[in-house]
Structures are given as structure tokens and as C-alpha cells.
């Protein structure tokens, strides 16, 4: 393991922080998220996927918005885990990339590029003094390195030191009983509608979200393997009250090893949140932080490279098809993109152009 592949790491758990106090403060406990991070660890070990989990803020938001009370949050979580490992034991994932084709795959990660930096820009927007400096740092140290690594490692330190000297501090409160306990789930009607929304949301965040990694660390990534990976994680941390993992655009994924750099991170990140330290930690990392990161890796990155693939394939429709798959994905979610893009190429082979 070289020296990048530590900072890699420890890149990915400063941007993971953040996130982790949203979850705080929607009520689910750290302590025993730090499963799912160790299942995620030992998987991506035994597996070599360079795909890693960490906290995401969409799904978070969805358990977080949909479920009345942390009953319900965290039935949704387990729910929706059951659901997508049999959707992954099942190899349908990767079917369905077969299926939709490199046309709306393109078109998807596009949109997810475009939507990366729309969220950053809202996140600058929120903190002027924290984004601004975040993005600034972030453009020029990447246009300087092209180099995801030191692009989040500079942005975000940088950043970060800003809003401690201005000594902004965070709004968001740590749970007080936050400790690993056996929860009861329930499987109401409403417990199967949120799980069925994150079904969704994941489906199309994996595809996405895989595919770009395997294209940050020039590798195949086997989206049913992440799938089972990261539905096993989310069932044991929902188990004991914990918060959702995803997979994430990683800079771990541009490190020279990959592999061991993700393993790191979560194996760290699972340290963090056993020892109880992640509210005393995050205090200090504003969410606004990773404003930089995120612009890079959706404006620069991302985007204009998979837009290119999507809209000037060989198949004269690739256009319409890409370019209806890349919009919609940028405004609602990478899965509400696929299907746009099927409905369109559907509708073009019946009708023609």
C-alpha cells in the first residue's frame, strides 16, 4: 500500500462525516452503522471490488422522509437490503446493464455528473464562505494535479480550516442513546412502499455509481457483487438501529490500489464510529466541505466525457435516447433515467425518428 492510498482513504472518511451527522440527526445511531462499514470492508476483501459504501445522502434523505418514526426508518432499510441481495444473488443487475446498453448507461452517468454539480452548487450556496473556497481550491488543485486525491484532500481541509476560523459551528445534534441494540422491525404497508423507493433509487444509483468508479480505477465492476455487498451492510446496521450505506463516488477508486485504499477507508471509518468519536469529529468538517469535490467530479470528470459517449454513439437514435436519459436523470435520479431512456427507445423503434 502506497502513501496516496492512505490519503485516499482518509479523503473519502472526511467527506463521509457530514453525511454521517445527517443520519444523526434523522435518528439513526452511528455506533452500529459501523457493520455495515465492516461488512462493506470484508467484502470489497474478499471480492476486489474497488466499489466502496459509506453514508449517501439520497437514500438517507428517503429513510429519513418517508418513515414517520425510527421504527419505520430503519424497517425500510432492512426491507429494501433484503430486496436488492436477492436482486443481486440473482445476477439481475448486471442483466439489466446488458439490457438498457452503453447508450443509457452513458446517458445516466452523465445525468449523475450533472446533478453532482448542481448539489454542489446549492451546497456553496448555503455556506458562501465554505463552498466558494471549496470549489475554488477544489478546480484549481485538480487542473493542477488531475488528480481526484489531492483535489478532495486539499478542498476540503482548506474549507474546512475556513469555517473553524469564522468558527461556524454545526446544526446538526448527535443521538443521545447511540449505543448497538437488537430493533424491532415492522412491515406495514407504508414499511414496503419506502422500502420499494430506495429499491428504486438503488437500482439506478448502482448501476451509475459502479460504473463510474470502474471507469475512475480503469476496471470492471461487477454491479450484482456491489449490490449484494452493500444490501448485506444496510441489513445489519438497519438491525441494530443503524443508518443506510450506498455506494459512492469514491476517490479511493483513483488511488494506486484501489482495493486496499476503499478497504481502509471503511475499516477506519468503522473505528470512528465504535469509539463514538464521529460527532465530536464532524463538529469541526462542515457538510459544505465537499462542494469542491463534488463539482470536479461532476462537471469535469463525469459529465462532458459520458455525454460525448452517450449522444454520438453509431445508432442514429443515441441522441434522443442519451440525451432524454441524461435529463431526466439530472432532475429526478439515475433509475427515473433509465426508465425514460427505455420509454424512448421503445417509442423510436415503433415510430421511428
Known amino acids: 500500500m502506497e502513501w496516496k492510498d492512505i490519503?485516499?482513504?482518509?479523503?473519502?472518511?472526511?467527506?463521509?462525516?457530514?453525511?454521517?451527522?445527517?443520519?444523526?440527526?434523522?435518528?439513526?445511531?452511528?455506533?452500529?452503522?459501523?457493520?455495515a462499514f465492516l461488512v462493506g470492508a470484508a467484502g470489497n476483501a474478499m471480492t476486489g471490488s474497488v466499489a466502496v459504501v459509506s453514508y449517501q445522502a439520497e437514500t438517507i434523505a428517503v429513510a429519513g422522509t418517508m418513515g414517520?418514526?425510527?421504527?419505520?426508518?430503519?424497517?425500510?432499510?432492512?426491507?429494501?437490503?433484503?430486496?436488492?441481495?436477492?436482486?443481486?444473488?440473482?445476477?439481475?443487475?448486471?442483466?439489466?446493464?446488458?439490457?438498457?446498453?452503453?447508450?443509457?448507461?452513458?446517458?445516466?452517468?452523465?445525468?449523475?455528473?450533472?446533478?453532482?454539480?448542481?448539489v454542489s452548487w446549492d451546497m456553496a450556496r448555503n455556506n458562501m464562505s465554505v463552498g466558494i473556497t471549496s470549489m475554488a481550491s477544489g478546480l484549481l488543485t485538480y487542473f493542477i494535479t488531475k488528480d481526484l486525491v489531492y483535489t478532495i484532500t486539499i478542498s476540503v481541509i482548506l474549507s474546512s480550516l475556513v469555517s473553524n476560523i469564522l468558527k461556524q459551528d454545526t446544526a446538526i445534534k448527535p443521538l443521545e442513546n447511540d449505543r448497538f441494540k437488537l430493533q424491532?422491525?415492522?412491515?406495514?404497508?407504508?414499511?414496503?412502499?419506502?422500502?420499494?423507493?430506495?429499491?428504486?433509487?438503488?437500482?439506478?444509483?448502482?448501476?451509475?455509481f459502479g460504473q463510474i468508479n470502474g471507469k475512475i480505477a480503469?476496471?470492471?465492476?461487477?454491479?450484482?457483487?456491489?449490490?449484494?455487498?452493500?444490501?448485506?451492510?444496510?441489513?445489519?446496521?438497519?438491525?441494530?438501529?443503524?443508518?443506510?450505506?450506498?455506494?459512492?463516488?469514491?476517490?479511493?477508486?483513483?488511488?494506486?490500489?484501489?482495493?486496499?485504499s476503499g478497504v481502509l477507508m471503511m475499516i477506519l471509518m468503522a473505528a470512528i464510529l465504535i469509539a463514538g468519536l464521529l460527532p465530536k469529529i464532524g463538529r469541526y468538517i462542515p457538510s459544505e466541505s465537499i462542494a469542491g469535490f463534488l463539482f470536479v467530479l461532476g462537471a469535469i470528470v463525469t459529465a462532458p466525457g459520458n455525454a460525448m459517449a452517450a449522444l454520438t454513439a453509431e445508432d442514429p437514435s443515441s441522441t434522443l435516447v442519451g440525451g432524454m436519459t441524461m435529463v431526466v436523470t439530472a432532475i429526478s435520479d439515475p433509475f427515473f433515467g433509465m426508465l425514460a431512456g427505455l420509454v424512448m427507445r421503445a417509442l423510436i423503434s415503433v415510430f421511428g425518428m
Open 184 to 208: 424491532k422491525l415492522s412491515f406495514a404497508s407504508h414499511i414496503w412502499r419506502g422500502a420499494m423507493a430506495m429499491v428504486c433509487l438503488n437500482i439506478g444509483a448502482n448501476i451509475a
Open 7 to 35: 490519503v485516499a482513504a482518509l479523503s473519502v472518511v472526511l467527506n463521509g462525516l457530514p453525511q454521517g451527522l445527517l443520519a444523526l440527526s434523522l435518528g439513526f445511531a452511528s455506533v452500529p452503522t459501523a457493520l
Open 218 to 260: 480503469n476496471t470492471d465492476v461487477n454491479i450484482d457483487t456491489l449490490t449484494i455487498i452493500s444490501s448485506v451492510a444496510d441489513m445489519a446496521s438497519a438491525l441494530f438501529g443503524g443508518a443506510p450505506v450506498e455506494a459512492i463516488i469514491s476517490a479511493t477508486s483513483g488511488a494506486p490500489n484501489p482495493v486496499a
Open 68 to 118: 414517520k418514526n425510527m421504527r419505520d426508518r430503519i424497517s425500510m432499510v432492512f426491507l429494501g437490503g433484503a430486496i436488492m441481495t436477492v436482486i443481486g444473488l440473482f445476477g439481475l443487475l448486471e442483466k439489466i446493464v446488458d439490457f438498457i446498453g452503453p447508450v443509457i448507461t452513458n446517458g445516466m452517468m452523465a445525468g449523475v455528473g450533472i446533478m453532482l454539480a448542481k
